[in-house]
């Protein structure tokens, strides 16, 4: 019992120290954020939501911008489905996320989630260490967002659709839980689900009760 119990505090440990050295080097850039998010890039064309604009719209749900209301359009979900779901809070542990997404299988979600919305400036080669230093920095209240992941992107993003490259397509995390095309590849839906993908790869097993031993009683004197 004694072993395990150290075993679970060791692991716990450990991840924690790599989740502080992560945000000792993305701190400064991802508490400042992006003031432009998302640019949308169609061919040689693009449109920029700022923000000011996206946080208009989650607050107060105007649009204010005419590339996010044909984001919200062509997202399969009514506007006030994608504020509601944009805002909504998952409970997270900061050592659980940190842990998950420095792992093979986080790289590799990472990169799935990143097929066509990538860093406006060297574009694959930053898209994993962007999106996991913003969803790590959201994470160390102990609660993630979509909202807040977007505002914690430490860099310009664009959702690319170029020549063939990319496709605009994003691959939303939660294929059984979304329906048809817009649905499932639209930008808007794949950031309503990710924060709970998140939350599902994330979770730490629970540590082994420490149980403590009852005093023998005390030996008489006679």
Do not use: H
């Not at 693009?46 to 719209?57: H, I, L, M, Q």
């Not at 997202?75 to 996320?97: F, H, L, N, P, R």
Request: glycine share 6%; charged share 20%; proline share 5%.
């Amino acid at each position: 019992m004694t072993s395990t119990y150290l075993s679970s505090v060791f692991t716990r440990l450990a991840a924690g120290i790599l989740a502080g050295a992560s945000l000792a080097a993305l701190a400064a850039p991802a508490e400042a954020g992006t003031k432009r998010p998302v640019r949308w890039n169609t061919g040689g064309a693009v449109w920029t939501t700022t923000s000011k604009e996206f946080k208009t719209f989650f607050e107060t749900g105007e649009v204010t911008d005419r590339a996010l209301d044909a984001g919200i359009n062509n997202s399969g979900w009514t506007a006030e489905e994608i504020q509601e779901g944009m805002t909504k809070s998952y409970s997270v542990d900061i050592i659980g996320v940190s842990r998950f997404l420095y792992s093979d299988d986080g790289v590799k979600f990472l990169k799935d989630q990143t097929a066509s919305y990538i860093p406006y400036w060297r574009i694959k080669k930053t898209a994993v260490v962007a999106l996991r230093s913003a969803i790590i920095a959201d994470s160390i209240d102990g609660k993630i967002s979509p909202a807040s992941i977007m505002a914690a992107l430490p860099v310009d993003f664009r959702l690319a659709d170029t020549c063939g490259t990319y496709t605009g397509a994003q691959n939303v995390c939660a294929p059984d839980k979304c329906e048809g095309d817009a649905q499932c590849t639209s930008l808007l839906s794949w950031y309503v689900f990710l924060p709970a993908c998140v939350q599902a790869n994330s979770q730490l097993p629970e540590a082994p009760v420490r149980t403590m031993m009852a005093p023998a009683p005390a030996r008489p004197l006679w």
